[in-house]
């Protein structure tokens, strides 16, 4: 057994801690319902508030209860033992709430030298100020005092020591910064007796940090990231920052978050207990921390948070401003993230009025692409015009694919497909497909309404094919496919007067077809094939114009040698000469041009076969003269 006096520790009886002095208690303190039987020397010795309870008291022996003590029974515990004399170990687990005990017993120099208030001053700025690691241990900590703990000034200094080793490279400092521990260097290298080998920082990324920090609450979470924004960190770190820690803590993100790596690079998380989250307020403190930010994963990371806090029912507040976040850069989104899944009652298995909404702001960030005049704005060569056409073919391969929820009723897909401007479809293919789905999943539809959602295409903005299409489409109704026979036999006689046109403008030294013109004739995709027929046409008809043209030429020149023939007297007597001259050959006459004799020695076979054919070819050319 110890001698009298002499402290040896502290034991527990039930529910009450009592002191091994061997001597007889005259204060119990009560803490959260825990009776500490102590002294009143060693307390009165270190503790300025007990010390002026016992002066108010006039009873040797008396009771003092401590409402909402810092830390509890477990750091009054250390802080008795520090006032027993018995050794007591600073850490940055506990410095923080030992900081807080000793400030609220006012254990102050006045009450002892080097008290346990000056010790923890000393130990937080010389030791955890100063290593990255002991700052996550004291910050993650301080939430069971952290309201005193920020009168202490305690959050804010470890708040800017940490922004301050994130925004300083750490190359630019050799070895002093304990930051990565006590024993090793940025390099790698091992400290021989606390003397740098030479090991530098060649290269640091900027997200080795992004682990570390997802293990604070989100209020401290929320502050340091205001605090490196003052600090003057750049936004798009901070932004990847916030994602990882919304990545983290709602796990519902991660499944539309999948296309995106990250690495994962830490130096206290092997320390560290996983920090206790609230994900609505983690949804809305991210939602007022993300700054106003484009961008393709940007904008898939705000739809995948949108999508959970449908899921959680945050504040209308914070859903509205996601919603408008979203269309601010809906030009970027893709389609498969825009499908939300419709969490409330609706039959529906798609929010497709969330999607509207968001179209609606979208609209009304773009709303500069709508004042403009058709005669004085080109929407084809506008540089304003390529976000709203992109949201247009976006928002059509929407509709054509909710299209197939059997729940989703027309007003729907009329009120997604008039939402954009009628300039932002250069063609309404895209919306003729969506619609031809819709109603092929609902044959139950009126004519009235098929109508009515016809009425959102514009016939003269479809292509050859699906104008095609369309009019032998049976689940059009009838007026409609009438319109669209219409619409096609004037799309072809256009396209066909302006070949036309455009061959002769060629043929002739015209200048250079005008743009609006080429428009008209060559249309997208559907007018390419009519254009290579004419081509081929335009070369038939040119080597034909070439053949006649020939043929014209040989035709005058023989008129012309004819005329001058007949009027020369040497060509009316001699008929050969003629003949020879335009190019004819006749049969020779040499015995029928001599005069009719007959020879007295007789008969010759020859003769006798001349004679009997000489008056038929006299009577011939008799009968048809030459001219």
């Known amino acids: 057994m110890a001698p009298a006096g002499k402290v040896t520790g502290f034991h527990k009886e039930g529910s009450d801690w009592f002191c091994n002095a061997g001597l007889p208690s005259d204060i119990t303190v009560v803490v959260d319902g825990i009776k500490f039987h102590l002294h009143k020397f060693p307390l009165v010795s270190k503790c300025g508030k007990i010390a002026r309870i016992c002066e108010e008291s006039s009873e040797k022996a008396f009771i003092a209860a401590f409402e909402e003590f810092p830390g509890g029974p477990d750091t009054f515990l250390i802080a008795v033992k520090f006032c027993y004399g018995l050794r007591v170990e600073l850490t940055p687990r506990n410095i923080v709430i030992l900081y807080c005990a000793a400030d609220y017993l006012q254990m102050t120099d006045e009450y002892g ?119 003057g960190l750049r936004p798009e770190i901070l932004v990847g920052a916030i994602m990882y820690y919304a990545r983290k803590h709602l796990p519902g993100l991660g499944r539309w978050q999948s296309g995106q790596s990250w690495k994962t690079r830490t130096f206290a998380s092997f320390s560290l207990t996983p920090a206790v989250v609230d994900q609505k307020v983690l949804i809305e403190t991210i939602e007022k921390l993300i700054p106003e930010k484009k961008g393709k994963s940007f904008c898939r990371f705000l739809l995948g948070l949108l999508r959970v806090a449908l899921i959680l029912g945050v504040s209308q507040m914070c859903k509205d401003s996601l919603e408008r976040r979203v269309g601010m850069q809906l030009e970027v989104a893709t389609l498969d993230s825009l499908l939300i899944p419709a969490y409330s009652d609706s039959d529906t298995l798609y929010n497709v009025d969330c999607v509207e909404r968001i179209i609606h702001h979208f609209m009304a960030s773009e709303s500069r692409i709508t004042l403009f005049s058709p005669s004085s704005l080109d929407l084809e060569t506008s540089p304003s015009s390529e976000p709203l056409r992109k949201v247009a073919k976006l928002i059509d391969n929407y509709i054509a694919e909710v299209a197939s929820d059997i729940h989703l009723k027309p007003r729907k897909i009329r009120s997604l497909a008039e939402a954009l401007p009628e300039s932002s479809r250069p063609l309404h293919d895209g919306l003729y497909r969506a619609l031809d789905i819709y109603f092929k999943a609902h044959p139950w539809l009126s004519e009235k309404e098929k109508e009515e959602l016809c009425n959102t295409i514009d016939y003269q903005k479809l292509s050859i094919d699906a104008c095609a299409h369309a009019s032998q489409n049976a689940r059009l109704p009838l007026r409609v496919a009438l319109q669209v026979l219409f619409f096609e036999q004037m799309q072809l006689r256009t396209a066909l007067a302006g070949c036309l046109h455009v061959m002769d403008t060629e043929s002739a030294p015209a200048g250079p077809i005008p743009r609006d013109m080429l428009g008209q004739i060559v249309q997208r995709d559907g007018w390419r094939t009519v254009v290579q027929v004419n081509q081929v046409l335009k070369v038939d008809m040119d080597n034909m114009r070439s053949r006649v043209g020939e043929l014209e030429e040989e035709f005058s020149k023989i008129k012309q040698e004819m005329k001058r023939v007949t009027k020369s007297h040497s060509s009316l007597s001699s008929p050969r000469l003629v003949a020879r001259k335009i190019g004819c050959k006749l049969v020779p006459r040499s015995s029928y041009a001599e005069p009719d004799t007959v020879d007295i020695t007789g008969p010759t076979p020859r003769a006798s076969v001349e004679q009997a054919h000489r008056p038929h070819h006299s009577r011939h050319w008799k009968s048809f003269p030459m001219f």
């Open 113 to 231: 030298e080097d008290n346990l208030l000056s010790k923890s001053e000393n130990f937080f700025h010389k030791n955890v100020l100063h290593n990255w690691k002991d700052c996550i241990l004291a910050l993650q900590s301080s939430n069971p005092v952290i309201a005193r703990a920020e009168k202490l000034q305690i959050i804010s200094k470890c708040l800017s020591s940490l922004s301050m080793m994130v925004c300083t490279d750490p190359s630019l400092f050799g070895w002093p910064m304990m930051m990565y521990g006590s024993l090793q260097s940025p390099g790698g290298s091992i400290l021989w007796n606390g003397i740098n080998t030479g090991a530098r920082i060649q290269s640091v990324e900027s997200d080795w940090w992004f682990e570390d920090i997802s293990y604070l609450s989100v209020g401290l979470f929320e502050r340091l990231i205001y605090t490196m924004e003052t600090r």
